[in-house]
């Protein structure tokens, strides 16, 4: 058996008896195929594009209208001796790797901490670049949660989630449900390619599986023909995405009471769509609602432990926004759980970078989600 024979292999994919010749085109019926996500990538690299005219447009207007100003950086001298050790060693050295540059250039310990501090805070994004970042995915993620309600609010299956599963896997794709998913996918396609010129932040790692969990997820879901789950998914993340990325433009532009009130908001949408409804009605949907109309195959066990795999993040995520909700508590709120707070030289004071940068993933932010 051919490798491409082997993957597409009628028993990986679909349940008894149904095989791919049951689902071709026709009598009024149009299924899902793999052909139609080849469009993801032009339309992910327009939407690099979009990003780029909506933050030199409407997003640095916005944030001069909001009173959005980057810190003025007392850069680091320029020093060979130090740059390279910067760029080869380490970014933070050790006192012994201190005490040895000290040596070579006849400075203090102390100056060559505030060089390397300096150093370290070249590199790291100014609140403008961050505000744009956030802007952008809020206005994406408003849209996409309208998107989605049009989508979905005049289908069955949207209040009763048995109807999800009526008919399947013979159920015909609809054109709001062509474009939601196109457009959803291609976002985390352009957030993939962006991952190098975003904004880092403590949770990286678990963003990049964030982003190829939906991507798969939402790819083996399109050509399983699990689409009505799809969508319902896809809505849940971003309902608290929107939230999440404004709460964060706000913090930026200095607003700390609009984006404390936002963040609470925020945290208790997150909890009832990610922990509550997100497990206890969709993963259940898909865990015990199917075995009323077949037998599992192995697409069965695929998606539900890809929902799982998100629904860890969300326990990852949700660890760190109740650390934060507790902290905003009791006053000893000093930034994001997961910033990377600037470093002060020492004569300008301690005070930490307010950079309350709450997140997903996607998001997308905390999931997205996403």
């Not at 790797?97 to 310990?109: F, N, T, Y």
């Not at 991952?195 to 879901?221: G, M």
Request: charged letters at 25%; glycine letters at 6%; hydrophobic letters at 45%.
């Amino acid at each position: 058996m051919m490798l491409s024979e082997w993957f597409w292999w009628d028993r990986l994919w679909l349940p008894r008896p149904v095989t791919w010749a049951d689902l071709k085109d026709g009598e009024g019926r149009v299924y899902a195929r793999v052909s139609h996500l080849y469009i993801i990538l032009p339309v992910a690299v327009l939407l690099l594009g979009l990003r780029a005219l909506y933050e030199r447009l409407i997003a640095v207007p916005l944030a001069e209208a909001l009173g959005v100003k980057d810190k003025i950086r007392k850069g680091a001298s320029h020093n060979p001796v130090l740059e390279k050790h910067y760029k080869t060693h380490a970014k933070h050295p050790t006192q012994a790797d201190i005490k040895g540059v000290c040596k070579k250039l006849g400075w203090s310990e102390r100056q060559v901490e505030r060089w390397f501090r300096r150093r370290r805070n070249q590199d790291r994004p100014g609140v403008l670049k961050k505000f744009k970042e956030a802007s952008w995915r809020f206005a994406f993620y408003l849209c996409s949660t309208f998107g989605g309600v049009l989508a979905l609010y005049d289908k069955p299956w949207f209040y009763d989630l048995r109807v999800v599963w009526a008919g399947f896997p013979k159920q015909s794709l609809l054109d709001s449900q062509y474009w939601y998913y196109i457009i959803e996918m291609s976002f985390y396609g352009s957030l993939l390619f962006s991952v190098a010129a975003d904004v880092k932040r403590k949770d990286f790692k678990e963003q990049l599986v964030h982003h190829w969990a939906t991507l798969t997820l939402l790819s083996f879901s399109w050509c399983a023909n699990y689409i009505r789950i799809g969508t319902l998914v896809m809505l849940a993340h971003d309902t608290s995405d929107v939230l999440l990325e404004s709460a964060k433009m706000f913090n930026y532009a200095g607003w700390e009471t609009v984006c404390n009130s936002i963040f609470v908001v925020f945290a208790l949408v997150f909890m009832l769509t990610r922990l509550i409804i997100f497990p206890f009605w969709l993963i259940h949907c898909t865990w015990v609602y199917p075995l009323d109309q077949f037998e599992p195959f192995f697409g069965y066990y695929f998606f539900n432990v890809m929902l799982v795999v998100l629904l860890l993040l969300h326990v990852f995520w949700a660890s760190l926004i109740l650390r934060m909700v507790k902290k905003f508590l009791f006053g000893k709120l000093k930034g994001d759980e997961r910033s990377d707070d600037e470093e002060e030289d020492e004569e300008d004071g301690s005070e930490e970078d307010y950079t309350h940068t709450y997140s997903n993933g996607s998001g997308n932010g905390l999931s997205n989600g996403h």
